[in-house]
């Protein structure tokens, strides 16, 4: 399934349904009086979260959708069906933007709903305008219309972790090595381009991991898509900093991704990062003492060691992260906790 995190579409609810003008008829009554029924409501415009979607790719082939009109009212005041609903399902992190760039909505759990489109209400028949004064009315309302708007839908995966760095840096390579996923690999720049999960198992915690495309000079004002994927590690709970160990200078390279992640904002740098030093079996020892002593100076943070084609340092980058998502959980439990109003 091809990946697409960011779909426009167009929206619009049903028209309501006219009232009925309409009298009583029968044999042997000879004053009726109106029997004109209401009109049915339009339908709405829903969006839905659901567990099976991590992707907008459907939205690239259908961009509209428009609810069903109520039903006109009809005689024996007999009241119109409501249109049908239109349910537009999204995978969880999706939000919903208005063109303007107002948030609209933000789906985050499978269940949650939120409506973009309100259903015209419809009109009156006859029978309603019945008074002691005027016991023959003529007159029934036409069905109020419908909203219709654009709207952005933008996908923030939902990952525990992370996976950030230059391009190239072995981040697919990872990925593939501690998870089912199977990322694109290869030895060119830009290889990944867009984001892919895979589910780690480790002793202490199964975890959710995402490898985001490499970041370059000026991602967060959009260089290389770099808006669109800084977004999606902005749920993730830890990042894993991968910095290929063969560069010439691996500070320079920590440099450029730390200074993408504070131009963007939205506390990317507020978040646990753990370093590490990839492609590691490609350098003698002495040599790669020297890239880590060089990294740690600059991070001031000691890097692990990580070469995902032989092994070495994985199980111990994978404790770190696991490490670090249940210490957040537990901070989110216990925020929560603090939140929730006392109860006797």
Same mark, same amino acid.
């Given at each position: ?156 995966? =939902? /990952? ?5 760095? +230059?391009?190239?840096? *072995?981040?697919?390579?990872?990925? #593939? $090595?501690?998870? %089912? ?93 753990? =370093? /590490? ?5 490609? +350098?003698?020892?002495? *040599?790669?003492?020297?890239?880590? #002593? $060089?990294?740690? %100076? ?47």
């Amino acid at each position: 399934m091809k990946f697409l995190d960011q779909a426009k579409i167009y929206v619009r609810s049903g028209d309501g349904g006219a009232g009925s003008v309409s009298f009583r008829r029968e044999k042997f009554i000879e004053f009726g009086g109106p029997d004109g029924g209401a009109g049915g409501k339009g339908g709405d415009v829903w969006v839905a979260c659901v567990a099976n979607l991590n992707t907008l790719i459907d939205y690239r082939y259908r961009q509209h959708f428009k609810a069903g009109k109520g039903h006109d009212g009809m005689g024996k005041n007999r009241s119109g069906a409501a249109g049908e609903d239109v349910v537009i399902p999204v995978p969880p992190g999706t939000q919903v933007f208005a063109g303007d760039g107002t948030l609209l909505a933000e789906l985050l759990k499978p269940g949650e709903r939120a409506r973009l489109a309100v259903g015209g209400n419809g009109g009156f028949g006859n029978a309603h305008y019945k008074s002691s004064v005027n016991q023959a009315p003529r007159r029934a309302n036409p069905g109020l219309p419908g909203e219709e708007l654009t709207v952005w839908l933008r996908l923030k995966l =939902i /990952a525990d972790a992370g996976i950030i760095g +230059l391009p190239n840096a *072995g981040k697919s390579t990872f990925l #593939a $090595a501690v998870s %089912a996923a199977k990322p694109k690999i290869a030895d060119y720049p830009f290889t990944t381009l867009y984001p892919h999960l895979g589910v780690v198992r480790t002793p202490a915690l199964d975890f959710v991991l995402a490898d985001i495309p490499g970041l370059i000079a000026g991602a967060h004002d959009g260089a290389g898509l770099g808006t669109r994927f800084l977004g999606h590690i902005e749920r993730c709970r830890v990042l894993l900093h991968v910095i290929d160990a063969t560069l010439e200078d691996v500070g320079e390279a920590y440099r450029a991704v730390r200074a993408e992640l504070n131009a963007y904002g939205a506390d990317l740098t507020k978040k646990k990062e753990i =370093i /590490a030093l990839s492609k590691c079996d490609a +350098l003698d020892p002495p *040599g790669l003492a020297r890239k880590a #002593a $060089a990294l740690k %100076a600059i991070a001031k943070n000691k890097p692990l060691l990580v070469s995902a084609v032989t092994g070495t340092g994985v199980k111990e980058a994978l404790a770190a992260l696991a490490k670090e998502i249940l210490r957040a959980e537990g901070k989110e439990r216990s925020s929560r906790a603090a939140e929730r109003p006392w109860q006797p």
